[in-house]
């Protein structure tokens, strides 16, 4: 040690940076000039909103066979690269499925303009200033969506008997099934939060990111149902280790699927599809059970009464 100032030859022990954590409280974030209790009413008003139409959303999706993926990432991860190419093998492996796509972004038609090259139907989804996609805006977006024959705008707002009789039901030709994308805005926080009345929400995460993305963004991981570690043919040029971003990701979701993809090379593409097709099928009942037919026939019916409640107005 210098016996002039002090010092020393020796580093002293290196501190933790200060850290400000404003999500500490009950509500888990901290809003200017509103208390955490109001913080806790208002979110809990304005998701309670969004759940009701989620769940219109859903039991729409289910009595008519469609399947909704709800697509999550950074901007940048590759998403709609990889959702391109998934449509174009698709097409190739399992033909007879329908696939539809919502796409949603803050600004421009660019990324659909993308989508609509490959032939399958979509449509554009700009949130403006908004950072997520939210239930009401699928509702509507699937409402143009070209998803079967008959009008999809009508919704269910109260559960109705059946007019038709029961030995009918087994007459009903079932409808084709049907993959409906939801490619959300570029976001790792906000949207983990809605719910848009999908099946499942697949997180992707690219190796040009960091793998230290589960820790930083736990929510959304922890809803994740799939995690896809996206552009893979990059590993040699980038500091990304794919094993320590999933044993990150399993300590906030211990069951997370994770499958190692890259849309340009087509690795990975065959686990990715088998999940997709697995699911799908896990996912269809039989079309012969009544209260499966029950509810197709009371979604048809509403739909019907909406169509010529449009018609009379109109008259």
Not at 47 to 59: H, K, P, T, V
Not at 99 to 122: H, K, N
Request: proline share 6%; glycine share 6%; with cysteine.
């Amino acid at each position: 040690m210098c016996t002039v100032c002090g010092c020393s030859d020796q580093q002293g022990a290196t501190l933790p940076p200060p850290t400000l954590h404003f999500g500490k409280g009950a509500a888990g974030v901290s809003l200017p000039g509103l208390s955490q209790a109001r913080t806790i009413t208002l979110e809990t008003n304005i998701l309670s909103a969004n759940n009701q139409i989620a769940g219109q959303n859903r039991a729409y999706f289910k009595s008519h066979r469609i399947r909704a993926l709800n697509l999550l990432s950074s901007p940048g991860s590759g998403k709609t690269t990889l959702l391109c190419k998934t449509l174009e093998v698709l097409k190739k492996v399992a033909p007879a499925l329908k696939t539809s796509v919502i796409e949603g972004d803050q600004q421009t038609s660019l990324d659909a303009e993308r989508i609509q090259t490959t032939g399958v139907p979509v449509i554009q989804v700009n949130t403006g200033k908004g950072c997520h996609l939210d239930a009401r805006m699928v509702a509507e977006a699937t409402s143009r969506l070209p998803l079967h024959g008959h009008n999809p705008s009508a919704v269910i707002a109260k559960p109705h008997k059946s007019t038709i009789s029961l030995n009918t039901l087994t007459s009903l030709q079932p409808l084709r099934e049907h993959l409906l994308f939801i490619e959300n805005v570029g976001n790792l926080v906000c949207p983990a939060l809605w719910d848009l009345g999908e099946d499942a929400k697949v997180v992707i995460l690219s190796v040009t990111e960091g793998e230290d993305k589960p820790l930083k963004y736990p929510d959304m991981f922890d809803k994740a149902d799939l995690l896809l570690i996206n552009k893979i043919d990059l590993l040699p040029h980038v500091d990304f280790d794919p094993k320590r971003a999933l044993k990150w990701a399993r300590s906030i979701h211990p069951s997370l699927d994770a499958i190692e993809i890259s849309a340009t090379t087509g690795e990975g593409m065959s686990d990715w599809l088998d999940w997709l097709l697995k699911k799908r099928n896990a996912a269809q009942s039989p079309r012969k059970d009544q209260t499966g037919l029950l509810d197709r026939i009371a979604m048809l019916e509403a739909e019907l009464a909406a169509a010529r409640a449009t018609l009379q107005e109109s008259a």
